[in-house]
């Protein structure tokens, strides 16, 4: 391959990779992004109360996440941030999910929680969290939480690095959809009278 030919195949991959490790949330061309027909913003448009009820509220019976994206809080558009707050009963999981647009940077702050993700490999890693500790999710890989204490609950802060991380929930996405039953029977090396009790498992 000559010089020149060198030099333009260098560039190409250069700028491909580049435009790989930048992919995420959109860049915006002004320092915030108003809804259309909003009228101007004040101090209120970038103030989020949606924690109140949780923060002065009791423990529910099941696992809950309050979210604070972009839907939830207009003010996050363009910004390539979100928040969420977990709150575990005793006993409650976070079922098995992904974050197909972003990391998740998980904060403990009362209880404990066992946790874990799996790499591309099938690798397992998992932690005991303190209240106090933080543990980082990686981009797009499976992962849960579970408060294991059978008496006290835990309560969790998350952060993303976009506006719209997005949840993919396992057994929702594959249990609840309308994938054939034979499909999942034949991917999961089971029957379909199975695949049909852990749906129904799943609506209960």
């Known amino acids: 391959m000559c010089s020149g030919k060198k030099m333009i195949f260098v560039i190409v991959a250069t700028l491909a990779i580049a435009q790989s490790a930048l992919a995420g949330d959109p860049d915006i061309l002004t320092d915030f992004v108003v809804p259309p027909n909003s009228p101007p913003p004040d101090g209120n448009f970038f103030t989020y109360i949606g924690f109140r009820s949780v923060v002065n509220g009791s423990v529910p019976p099941t696992f809950k996440v309050v979210k604070a994206a972009v839907e939830q809080f207009p003010a996050l558009n363009g910004q390539s ?82 506006a719209n991380a997005g949840t993919v929930s396992l057994p929702n996405s594959l249990f609840n959809s309308t994938i054939d039953d034979s499909v999942l029977a034949r991917s999961f090396k089971t029957d379909v009278p199975t695949i049909q009790k852990i749906k129904a498992g799943l609506k209960g």
């Open 81 to 162: 941030v979100s928040y969420a707050m977990l709150i575990y009963p005793a006993g409650a999981v976070n079922p098995v999910h992904t974050h197909p647009r972003s990391a998740e940077l998980l904060f403990l702050t009362r209880g404990t929680l066992q946790v874990g993700f799996v790499d591309t490999t099938n690798k397992l890693y998992t932690q005991t969290l303190q209240q106090g500790d933080l543990f980082v999710f990686p981009k797009g890989l499976v992962h849960f939480q579970y408060n294991a204490d059978p008496m006290l609950p835990a309560v969790a802060l998350s952060a993303f690095g976009s």
